[in-house]
């Protein structure tokens, strides 16, 4: 039974795991299409040092132009434009990538010296070693390629390798005087425009081109869409600074034509990309000497979770292949969502720039998974001595709350720097930052959960354990423990390795091993299992021979046999009380027989059962059917006794009136009192119902009945107005008293001549209800003693105030409470 539930567990985890590997692969793709930019937007390179976003902002002012580091492809999409330099340009227009390229100035690799700071002779890369003197260099994005592609051209020609170059960069580094991504240093290698512009900047720069040679390329915008500018480029380059296609460029900026004998533009695209794209991968293992360990740039970032990913799935499939329990298999699972969710979050991280908010949040987001990890292993340990689904105790759930919260602390960091010290404002952040006190209490979080799950796991397995094996777990777990230390304080051997594949790494290696030391139950106890099992059963070889039997398994003839395997997975009846399963299975077949002797009785005792139960239940739906009908009866008298009770003196005052009609002097106005009681009456029933119905009553619905009531009151000689309208619905009980206390009013004033009442519904000062302005007969009205009453309940107030010597105001309010409704 636990093997097949353990291989529907297989089946399920070998379809998922393989989408989410899937998902791994297009999330470079999507993350790419996310930034595209948008229509009529034109991306250049903002290296911050470069005049063209200004010149193209002239040339295009119908686009707006955005900074952004290496803009090529990711933003051509649309109308949008991208600067590029040949190089990408090119190839993209050949493979239909894109559609237009408009080569505006060139850009030459040169030696920048500023000779207000050394008088070094420099004539050529070969020189830059021997001066002495700091060189900077731009290693970031597609400069930093094109750069290094045109030293190793100089020191290598058309075959070049990148080996020329990247000896040139060790020997500076190596001296102290590579300064990398900075325009300060007295010597620099880059380009002859952003030379230009430090020279224009008021530097005394002198633009070297390499005797050795070099490489000119061309720059400009590339398109999917016609650009159409709104006059020549050339007045817009050369006023910026740039050095034309033709050779035309500000002299006082730029060596005269002959200087440029040596550069030269290149020819072949494909090998000058081929080169170039290891330039970042093998500038930061051979010159810096990092990155020795883990992947080194974007495609090694690619490959290595390809091979992660592989890793991962087959090593928790095997696991989960594996264990005895159904719990276990579980938590197998799942630590391999969190392994791959952590890499996948990585993944997406290494396709966006490094100083973006959206690369911060997901290295944040890294903590998701490694606080969780240690809480899988917990679980884990918990459950190896459980039967399944064993809920956990309130201590192991206090420590996922805590690990949530630790979560929540990192992913807060940005308002409390207390995790770790950011400074945003330092372009460097993502490498040059620090350890808040809480980043311990985090990793303290992480720790925590593990050291006790080892703790348990040995001792709920001390009796089972193979004590040579449990060296092996313990010296990795140690060796995380070293790992984290080193990663912490940046000892090279860890900072510069990748922290999240290596902890995958521990972690599979840590369980595998706690599996071979008995720590984690798995299978392999199943033949002895299988023998001393109650369970009549037999394993079957493709030859007819027993493989495996159990003590209690029982003869059978093969002719029962073929009949069990033809029938199955319905059973075939042995005898009277035994069934006989059997089922192919690979190599063979399984057979096991059941005994049913007690279920059987069971079955007996159920048909009996159910007959009483039938008839109890005949006698029960009887009396359920009386109670039912009695209880309607009931419920609709104690209905109409409420509603009596609630209208009771109104109808009696009704029967007086009709009676006194015949007596009244003026009728016509008797007449009319009656009408407005009776609509009174029947708004009181229609408001008594739907407080029995719904907790409240729409203040349009209630807006309508006072209407109802003013206009009723027009025939009684009352000229009243209701205005204004509530910000909320009331509870009915409430819109009842309003309508109670306009009702007195109403009827008071029907007994005074010419009387003229305003009546407003208002929602101010937290409060809300009716306020009615009387003229100066107001100070005769006295309200009912049952109203008054029942405004005390309902946490109204009643308030008379002399608005001036003619007129009296009358309030009736109530509290706004915090619902939808008053």
């Not at 299988?530 to 398994?553: E, H, P, V």
């Not at 007969?777 to 309200?783: I, N, P, T, W, Y």
Request: glycine residues 8%.
């Amino acid at each position: 039974m636990n093997k097949a539930i353990g291989c529907r567990a297989s089946r399920a985890s070998a379809l998922v795991l393989p989408c989410l590997v899937i998902l791994s692969l297009a999330i470079p793709f999507l993350a790419g299409c996310s930034r595209n930019a948008g229509a009529n937007t034109v991306a250049c390179n903002g290296d911050g040092r470069s005049a063209y976003p200004e010149a193209v902002s002239r040339m295009l002012p119908s686009y707006s132009v955005i900074n952004v580091r290496n803009p090529a492809y990711a933003f051509l999409s649309g109308d949008s434009a991208v600067e590029a330099f040949d190089a990408q340009a090119v190839p993209a227009i050949e493979s239909g990538i894109a559609d237009h390229w408009y080569p505006h100035y060139l850009a030459t690799a040169v030696i920048a010296v500023d000779r207000d700071r050394t008088g070094a002779a420099v004539t050529g890369w070969g020189d830059l070693p021997d001066v002495g003197e700091e060189v900077g260099l731009q290693t970031a994005d597609v400069d930093f390629e094109m750069l290094t592609a045109a030293v190793a051209y100089g020191l290598e020609g058309e075959g070049f390798t990148l080996g020329g170059a990247m000896g040139l960069y060790a020997s500076l580094n190596s001296a102290g005087l590579l300064a990398r991504n900075s325009f300060d240093p007295p010597i620099l290698i880059c380009f002859d425009h952003q030379a230009a512009a430090l020279a224009k900047s008021g530097r005394d720069i002198e633009i070297i081109v390499p005797s050795e040679g070099t490489l000119t390329y061309a720059k400009g915008l590339l398109s999917k869409t016609a650009l159409s500018f709104s006059a020549g480029p050339e007045p817009f380059l050369l006023d910026a600074g740039f050095r034309l296609a033709d050779g035309s460029c500000d002299p006082s900026l730029y060596p005269d034509a002959a200087a440029y004998g040596g550069a030269s533009q290149i020819a072949d695209y494909s090998h000058l990309n081929t080169v170039s794209q290891d330039s970042y991968r093998v500038f930061r293992r051979s010159v810096l000497n990092t990155r020795l360990y883990s992947s080194s740039d974007g495609r090694e970032h690619q490959l290595f979770v390809l091979v992660y990913i592989a890793l991962v799935v087959a090593w928790i499939s095997s696991l989960i292949h594996r264990a005895a329990q159904q719990d276990v298999r579980r938590i197998a699972f799942c630590m391999g969502l969190i392994l791959l969710g952590w890499i996948t979050v990585r993944l997406i991280k290494y396709q966006l720039p490094a100083d973006t908010a959206l690369n911060r949040y997901l290295w944040f987001g890294y903590y998701l998974f490694q606080l969780s990890l240690p809480l899988i292993f917990l679980r884990l340990a918990f459950v190896i001595d459980k039967d399944g689904g064993a809920a956990s105790p309130k201590w192991m759930r206090g420590m996922f709350s805590t690990n949530a919260a630790l979560a929540a602390l990192v992913l807060t960091n940005d308002l409390h720097n207390l995790v770790f010290r950011l400074d945003l404002a330092n372009p460097n952040w993502a490498s040059e930052y620090s350890y808040g006190v809480m980043y311990y209490i985090v990793l303290a979080g992480c720790f925590a959960p593990l050291v006790l799950a080892i703790g348990m796991m040995i001792h709920k397995g001390r009796r089972s354990l193979r004590k040579s094996g449990l060296a092996f777990p313990l010296a990795l777990f140690a060796l995380l423990a070293l790992y984290a230390l080193g990663y912490i304080y940046r000892i090279p051997l860890a900072w510069e390795s990748d922290m999240t594949m290596m902890v995958g790494l521990f972690t599979l290696m840590f369980t595998e091993t706690a599996v071979r030391a008995g720590m984690i139950p798995v299978n392999s106890k199943y033949i002895a299992l299988f023998r001393r099992s109650t369970l009549g059963m037999k394993i079957i070889d493709a030859a007819g021979q027993t493989a495996w039997s159990s003590a209690s398994s029982m003869e059978y003839s093969e002719e029962t046999l073929r009949q069990a395997l033809a029938s199955y997975p319905a059973p075939v009846q042995q005898d009277e009380s035994t069934l006989l399963f059997a089922a192919n299975i690979t190599g063979g077949c399984v057979v096991y027989q059941e005994n049913i002797t007690d279920i059987n009785r069971m079955h007996r005792e159920l048909e009996e059962s159910v007959s009483k139960l039938e008839t109890a239940n005949a006698l029960l739906a009887e009396e359920e059917r009386v109670k039912r009908a009695i209880d309607a009866e009931s419920a609709a008298t104690a209905l109409m006794t409420q509603l009596e009770t609630e209208i009771a003196r109104h109808t009696i005052r009704l029967s007086t009136m009709i009676e006194q009609l015949g007596s009244m002097a003026d009728q016509n106005k008797a007449t009319a009192r009656i009408l407005l009681l009776l609509c009174y009456i029947k708004r009181r029933c229609n408001l008594f119902f739907t407080e029995r119905e719904a907790p409240a009553l729409s203040r349009d619905t209630l807006a309508v009945y006072l209407d109802e009531l003013a206009e009723t009151a027009s025939y009684c000689g009352v000229e009243i107005i209701v205005a204004g309208a509530l910000e909320n619905d009331l509870s009915v009980r409430r819109a009842t008293l309003l309508y109670d206390f306009l009702y007195n009013i109403i009827y008071w004033a029907t007994w005074l001549d010419g009387k003229k009442v305003l009546a407003h519904l208002c929602s101010e000062n937290e409060r809300t209800g009716l306020r009615i302005l009387l003229s100066e007969d107001g100070d005769s009205f006295r309200m009912d003693g049952r109203l008054e009453t029942a405004l005390g309940t309902a946490g109204g107030s009643y308030e008379v105030k002399a608005v001036d010597d003619n007129a009296v105001g009358l309030s009736l309010t109530f509290p706004i409470g915090g619902g939808s409704y008053v």
